[in-house]
Every structure is written in C-alpha cells, then in structure tokens.
C-alpha cells in the first residue's frame, strides 16, 4: 500500500514540476519581451547583467531551471512517502509565486503599452 500511495503523490508532484517549468519559460519569453522593448527591467542583478546576451540569458533563465527541476524530480521520486507530501506544498508556493510574477508581466506590458 505504501508503494501504491508514493507513486499516486509522485504522479501529483509531477504536474507542479511541469508548471513550473512551463511558468519559468513564460517568465523567461516575457522577461525578454519587457526588457527589450522597455516596458520593464529584470531585477536580479546577475541576470540582467545577461540581457544584453539573449542566447546565454535563455541558457541561464530558461534550460538550467528546467534540467534542474528534472534532477530534483528524480531525486524526489527516491524520497519517502513524508517527504514527496511535504515537497507538494512548496511546489504549490513555487506555482502560486510563478503565477504572481507573471501577472505582474502582464500589468507591467500593458501599462507601458497603454499609457
């Protein structure tokens, strides 16, 4: 029952990582939309010191996140039971925060459009 019971909660956590790697990809496309178009500025300061590198910006913003996750996901999947439940509430925050900074994307693209 408790092989069962991982593999049901593994399956679960799968849909966050994959959220979050789509949603870092979002952040990444929109990032790169605002800063080159003046509509915003990236605030991390290592990253934006790559904005006037596109190429090794999606490297750094984009890819390395996603094979990241990859690799925490598979470590994930050797994890107990415990451990794989309480990953799932800060996939979900890590989900929530990507959504949030989005939106802002969003806010920040339109504002400079319209106004």
């Not at 408790?2 to 799968?14: G, P």
């Not at 929109?30 to 010191?49: Q, S």
């Amino acid at each position: 029952m408790s092989e069962f019971s991982k593999e049901i909660f593994i399956n679960y956590t799968k849909k966050y990582f994959y959220f979050i790697a789509v949603f870092n990809f979002i952040d990444m496309i929109l990032t790169l939309y605002a800063t080159t178009n003046g509509y915003g500025v990236e605030i991390n300061p290592f990253l934006a010191r790559l904005l006037h590198n596109p190429p090794l910006f999606i490297i750094i913003k984009g890819i390395l996140p996603s094979l990241l996750l990859f690799l925490v996901f598979n470590r994930l999947k050797k994890g107990s039971l415990m451990e794989i439940k309480k990953s799932i509430f800060y996939l979900k925050l890590c989900s929530y925060w990507y959504m949030v900074v989005i939106a802002s994307h969003f806010v920040w693209i339109y504002y400079s459009l319209v106004f």
